[in-house]
């Protein structure tokens, strides 16, 4: 569901400091929505594209104004969780993803900001390696003296799913390499070749079983096999790219490691070449565009790589990616279709969303039949602001309508012809009651969105927030999916999160038995009710995350959590915090990283009679443990630090983000605020005040032992 964000016409650059706070917090909700839906719903509502689009303007807005990032930024989330079924592995060295870039300028850009960040002049030398960008999944083996000990799927970048078994099938994967270091975990990226994509849907259709629906859902479907021996009959490869831990170093370059893993006995991919200016990098990505279609397998654009390792060392990570690395991405497929009919979906907050129903068509190599329409303005043909889009054309059952797509998540609409138009169509009519429990259906100002005004009593939105409740993010119940969760609501059996922790005392015996019906058994039965009380212990986190209220994403329940420690704590807050001039309520809009919107959305749950009761029914089925106490041993975690004067070792941004990754917060001036001072040479008045207020001062060469790098 995209709606639109409040200022997104007005260039970041000309933001206001309040709008783009404004633009930040909306941008921190339908991000983290959108990763929520990424893995608790099938298809989610946000394209790869809009998604792309939307962290882009926030990455955009955030380094524009660094004084606001949140502490629930989007930039510090990535991937979906790990799936039942397999162990887990943590990863030694976390699996990152990529930054993208678009446009030829924005490459320019990233090359532009690594001379900068490393401090080299416009004539020093900086090679950069350009290579296809795989559209599989990533993989990391671990090697130890030469045998391969573990193979792992990158899950949320710290923790993946262990597929080893399955790995060693694959036959580009050697079960043991020669003169390589003790430890080497080679990653890169399993994905299916069109051609066996192609046969295997075809034996699969043979067979009855089920279709994929393109090359990467078939390699990822088929790594992910509980059973190897049907991972072995998949036809699965695997190109090499990167590395994660390593007892000693391949290369000092990045093509040198690359040719390592060659010799090693990887496949590598053969169109990877280094370069040393940003416009001989463009020329080579449009060159791989131009081969893109007769590659034989799918790629979604080219990452770049800076080849020095030293500087990749020195650049280092963001949150979630590298500095030294970028991918530029390809644009979009797109195809014209006819638009069916426009069905309504109510979601967990009850939101209205039109989708789509399409004649089936091709975009991409991908058969597409739904494809969402947003909200009623785009529908109409215009922003959320009143200001026209696709020149005010609106979109009209019957039309011959453009659909766009990125990635195998819901395509989306893009355009109408309004030539291929039928006489007799008709303006659609947006709901103004909500088709699943005919309660009125409202909008509020500001809102891109229509709302059912039902609350509990909509099933769609019971029901949606009963499958929140129960994802992998929230309380992730072992056997109670979706899919259970629908069919329990819609028998009766499970009307409200309380009734999931009563499943057991009155469906467990008795004449209505579990295990009597369909689909369930004697074991299965037991299973779930023992998954069940095995989550009655629940982390404060989870539970405030599960309650499924608008705003309250994942990064925000964690804030909430951590700020308030215990179930008693919160909920007298939330309580308390109606009445606006209480410190409970400052205290709520003091925590860096809840703001207005978050907490009325919060007290407005707590203050309706009816949801405030079900949610005391749920927690008296709980033992809500308390929130523990971050971690805080970096010496200079949660300290304010000033840098000022010339530094020679690092440079500023090197420095700044050295603090800020150990959980410093790196402030442009000094006040009583200031924790520390590093100052170089020449450093003046900010040295000056300082020492006035008494601020501990220290020089490059302490900062850096200070943080273990001396
Ligand atoms: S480098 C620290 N190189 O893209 C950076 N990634 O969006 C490690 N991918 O998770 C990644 N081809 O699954 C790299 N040539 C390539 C790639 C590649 C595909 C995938 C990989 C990664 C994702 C990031």
Redesign the pocket.
């Known amino acids: 569901m995209v709606k639109q964000s409040p200022h997104h016409h007005i260039a970041v650059d000309a933001l206001s400091q309040a709008q783009a706070q404004q633009e930040l917090a909306y941008l921190a909700d339908v991000l983290a929505q959108a990763n929520a839906d990424y893995h608790t719903k099938d298809a989610p509502d946000l394209s790869d594209a809009d998604y792309d689009t939307l962290k882009r303007r926030n990455a955009d807005i955030e380094a524009a104004f660094p004084n606001l990032m949140r502490a629930d930024s989007p930039t510090h989330q990535v991937g979906a969780p790990v799936a039942d079924g397999f162990g887990k592995v943590r990863h030694e060295v976390r ?4 930054s ?1 870039a678009f446009e030829d300028r924005d490459v320019e850009d990233f090359v532009k900001g690594i001379r900068k960040y490393l401090g080299l002049g416009d004539d020093a030398p900086l090679a950069l390696t350009a ?8 993989l990391s083996l671990r090697y130890e003296n030469g045998v391969l000990v573990q193979a792992a799927t ?1 899950g949320d970048g710290e923790t993946g799913e262990n597929v080893t078994v399955n790995a060693r099938t694959i036959s580009d994967i050697p079960a043991t390499i020669e003169g390589a270091p003790d430890i080497l975990e080679v ?3 399993v994905y299916m070749s069109h051609a066996d994509f192609e046969a295997l849907n075809q034996r699969q259709t043979a067979a009855g079983g089920k279709t994929f629906a393109n090359p990467r859902n078939a390699a990822a479907g088929s790594l992910r096999q509980l059973d190897a021996e049907i991972t072995r009959a998949r036809p699965l490869r695997f ?1 090499a ?2 590395w994660g831990a390593i007892s000693a170093p391949l290369s000092d370059t990045q093509s040198g490691a690359i040719d390592r893993l060659a010799q090693l006995g990887f496949q590598t ?1 053969p169109l990877t070449l280094r370069f040393e200016t940003a416009q001989e990098m463009i020329a080579h990505y449009h060159s791989i565009e131009t081969q893109r279609a007769d590659l034989g397998y799918d ?1 979604d654009g080219v ?1 770049y ?1 800076v080849d020095n390792l030293d500087y990749q060392r020195r650049l280092g990570f963001r949150s979630t ?2 500095r030294w ?1 970028i ?1 530029h991405k390809f644009p979009a497929e797109l195809a014209w279709t006819h638009l069916e009919a426009i069905d309504i979906q109510v979601g967990r907050t009850g939101a209205l969303s039109p989708v789509a129903r399409l004649t089936p068509v091709t975009v991409g190599g991908v058969v597409v039949s739904n494809a969402t329409l947003h909200n009623e303005d785009y529908i109409a043909g215009r922003d959320s602001k009143g200001a026209p889009i696709r020149e005010g054309r609106d979109i009209r059952v019957g039309d011959f309508v453009q659909v766009y797509r990125a990635g195998d998540v819901i395509p989306k609409i893009k355009d109408v012809d309004l030539s291929k138009r039928p006489k007799d169509s008709e303006t659609f009519r947006f709901p103004t009651t909500c088709p699943e429990c005919a309660s009125s259906a409202v909008r509020e100002e500001g809102d891109a969105v229509r709302r059912c005004t039902g609350g509990m009593i909509c099933p769609a939105q019971a029901v949606e927030k009963l499958k929140h409740l129960v994802s992998r993010a929230a309380f992730d119940i072992d056997g109670l999916g979706a899919k259970q969760v629908e069919q329990f609501y819609q028998d009766g059996w499970i009307k409200e999160p309380a009734d999931i922790y009563q499943l057991q005392d009155r469906y467990g015996r008795g004449l209505q038995q579990l295990k009597n019906r369909e689909g369930w058994g004697e074991k299965s039965a037991s299973a779930l009710f023992q998954a069940i009380e095995d989550k009655r212990e629940m982390a404060l986190r989870r539970l405030i995350f599960g309650l499924g209220i608008r705003h309250v994403g994942e990064a925000a329940a964690g804030l909430l959590a951590q700020t308030y420690g215990s179930w008693a704590q919160f909920e007298a807050a939330a309580t308390a915090a109606q009445d606006e001039t209480s410190d409970a309520y400052t205290d709520l809009l003091n925590i860096d990283g809840i703001g207005a919107v978050m907490a009325s959305s919060l007290i407005a749950a707590f203050a309706n009679p009816q949801e405030r009761a079900s949610i005391d029914r749920l927690v008296a089925q709980l033992t809500v443990l308390d929130a523990e106490k971050r971690a805080t041993d970096s010496p200079v975690a949660g300290k304010t630090v000033v840098f000022t004067g010339t530094l020679e070792k690092l440079t500023r941004a090197e420095a700044k983000a050295q603090a800020e990754t150990l959980g410093a917060k790196v402030s442009g001036s000094v006040s009583a605020k200031t924790d520390l001072l590093v100052a170089g040479p020449g450093a003046g008045s900010k040295a000056k005040k300082a020492a006035d207020l008494g601020i501990e001062t220290i020089d490059e060469d302490g900062w850096l032992s200070l943080i273990g790098q001396g």
């Open positions: 699996m990152l993803s990529l993208n290579e296809p960008k795989i559209d599989g999944l990533s990158r990653r890169g990226e190109f790219y990167a991919n790629i990452v790589k990616t590298p690395a991918a």
